[in-house]
């Protein structure tokens, strides 16, 4: 990744790398596990393997899943004021816009922190399980990683998680407010998604998915 | 310089391909279309964005009283409750960002239009910071979604979501496609047209 590719010299296309965010073009060299190739243009990344990623990153999306699922229909915050009790989880708190056109915006709140969280982890798990296991792709499998990375800016778990919070300060002089388990799930899948995005390296799961080892 | 890169996995193909050969991306050297997307996006996302301030955000009903507020109105009372930080953190996450936004995305796309509008440094840091920050403003929806489902006690407290928060997610909504639609590319086009090296 030394060097932007002169014009004149041709290189075949698929020793080059091109820059998605401002076009640069350079010459392919992958990187060392651990180090990174950065666009000189603009500095974003563009390859960072990481030891074992593909493992960890199957790690966490079975967690993710796992605890979307749990954090969906357990209790996270409950409520009591003079002895009124009341218990909700997400599930419940998608539906409070369930009376009229606010039905709409039921839908987009629980595809936000739930539907599209938990499709992503699918999606990552279909196409790296394969390639974990030396296995050629899952059919589609291109499809699927273009379309959860498509989805990635809305997937909104961890701003969910804040919004407990804000809530929370919200009403503490009007009523007493706990923690259900949920609220804990939802902390640890913040961390999850953090950490998965971390590892987790596209170009190479793409180059991966084009030349697959054979077995 | 003949070729045509996937925005998605990174490939370069022969100028003129239409489809990626590795992801099945839609391929285009500069989406032409880009601009107009943006702005359509834009306007629609500005034109949702005033009644989302005009209409009540919360409403709270409680022994005493029955209250409906904007969201201005809502942090202005919490700070009268003391609650500096959230009503800082609703201001920033429902006023600041997405006004911040509006400008920063028309200014984007102002800009590949015109010579010496910045540099393509800043510009590009900018273009991340929009797109990193603007699913933020989404808080102030989640925030009524949780308030509105757990503060259901009878008699005593009841609070429904107002017809704000409807047009505040779809202002957010759209002001997020309107960002993803602007192709940064064309941010470091002028530069090459200008005769200036391509790596500097
Ligand atoms: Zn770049
Ligand atoms: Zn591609």
């Not at chain 1, 500095?43 to 990153?57: D, E, F, N, S």
């Not at chain 1, 180059?207 to 697959?212: A, K, T």
């Not at chain 2, 996302?45 to 904007?70: Q, R």
């Not at chain 2, 509006?102 to 991340?128: C, D, I, Q, T």
């Amino acid at each position: 990744m030394k060097d932007t590719v002169d014009p004149d010299i041709s290189l075949p296309l698929t020793e080059l790398i091109v820059c998605p965010q401002c076009d640069a073009v350079f010459h392919l060299k992958e990187p060392e596990t651990g180090e990174k190739a950065v666009c000189q243009r603009c500095h974003t990344v563009l390859i960072a393997p990481r030891r074992q990623a593909g493992l960890k990153i199957i790690a966490i999306a079975l967690a993710t899943f796992i605890l979307i699922i749990g954090a969906t229909f357990f209790p996270f915050l409950t409520i009591d004021a003079a002895g009124n009790k009341n218990s909700v989880s997400v599930f419940d708190s998608a539906l409070a816009f369930s009376s009229g056109p606010m039905v709409l915006l039921a839908l987009a709140t629980a595809g936000l922190i739930m539907v599209v969280p938990l499709v992503r982890a699918m999606l990552t798990l279909y196409v790296l399980v394969p390639i974990v296991l030396d296995l050629p792709p899952a059919r589609y499998a291109m499809q699927a990683f273009r379309f959860s990375q498509a989805l990635q800016p809305w997937s909104m778990a961890e701003i969910f998680a804040l919004g407990c919070a804000v809530a929370l300060v919200k009403i503490a002089d009007l009523a007493t407010v706990g923690f259900g388990p949920a609220f804990w799930m939802f902390g640890g899948l913040v961390v999850l998604l953090v950490a998965q995005e971390s590892f987790m390296c596209r170009w190479s799961v793409w180059n991966s998915l084009e030349h697959p080892k054979k077995s | 310089m003949g070729l045509v890169a996937c925005t998605r996995c990174t490939r370069a193909w022969p100028l003129g391909t239409q489809t990626c050969g590795r992801c099945g991306h839609k391929m285009v050297s500069r989406d032409a279309h880009s601009l107009q997307k943006v702005w359509a996006f834009w306007i629609v996302g500005l034109m949702c964005y005033v009644p989302a301030n005009v209409y009540p955000m919360l409403k709270t009903k409680t022994l005493f009283e029955n209250d409906e507020s904007t969201i201005v109105g809502g942090a202005v009372e919490l700070a009268h409750h003391g609650a500096f930080g959230i009503a800082f953190i609703i201001l920033l996450a429902s006023v600041a960002i997405p006004l911040a936004k509006f400008w920063a995305v028309a200014y984007l796309a102002v800009s590949v239009r015109r010579p010496g509008a910045g540099g393509n440094h800043a510009r590009h840091l900018m273009y991340e910071v929009v797109e990193y920050i603007g699913r933020w403003s989404m808080i102030d929806i989640f925030v009524v979604a949780i308030l509105s489902s757990l503060v259901q006690l009878n008699t005593l407290a009841n609070i429904n979501p107002g017809p704000a928060s409807m047009f505040f997610a779809l202002s957010v909504i759209f002001t997020m496609l309107s960002a993803q639609a602007f192709d940064s590319r064309l941010i470091w086009d002028k530069q090459t047209k200008d005769g200036t090296p391509l790596n500097d």
